[in-house]
């Protein structure tokens, strides 16, 4: 006999009826079926999401705002792996947002291009970059390539 999930019984306590509703004025939950009078709540379907208080302005519209946040100003550098710098370039050139623009590998509005190290490098390269992570400077010094970074 294998047992299902149907099959299981509940034996360690009595199962509760559900409560009857709106049975008459007499009852403690006749008529309005303990939803209270009109208003949203009474409604069928009724659910509100978060920070609603009745039609006034949302809970986290009346907090104060604390503090300052330094993200919206913040200069978000595109990035660029070592293995597909190996794809883009030849030996010889020079690794830069300019170059990447005429790859067409960075397209619209940058403020720079930070060099990953995801992949090796075998190429050499010059790279004249904004910003570059310690595992790539460390494969690129390893391959004896020259870095230049250049904050802006």
């Not at 300019?98 to 010059?126: C, W």
Request: proline residues 1%; contains cysteine.
């Amino acid at each position: 006999m294998s047992m299902r999930l149907e099959s299981l019984t509940n034996t360690s306590r009595k199962s509760q009826k559900r409560k009857l509703l709106g049975r008459g004025t007499g009852c403690k939950k006749g008529k309005t079926c303990g939803r209270g009078q009109k208003g949203m709540g009474a409604r069928s379907g009724y659910k509100t999401r978060r920070g609603y208080i009745g039609g006034g302005a949302r809970l986290h519209m009346r907090l104060p705002t604390r503090g300052f946040s330094n993200a919206r100003f913040a200069r978000r550098l595109d990035t660029i792996n070592l293995e597909q710098i190996e794809t883009l370039y030849q030996d010889g050139e020079t690794v830069s947002l300019e170059t990447l623009r005429e790859k067409n590998y960075i397209k619209g509005e940058s403020n720079g291009v930070k060099v990953l190290g995801e992949g090796s490098l075998t190429k050499k390269l010059n790279f004249q970059v904004e910003q570059i992570s310690k595992n790539a400077k460390d494969k690129l010094e390893k391959a004896g390539i020259t870095v230049t970074c250049s904050k802006r």
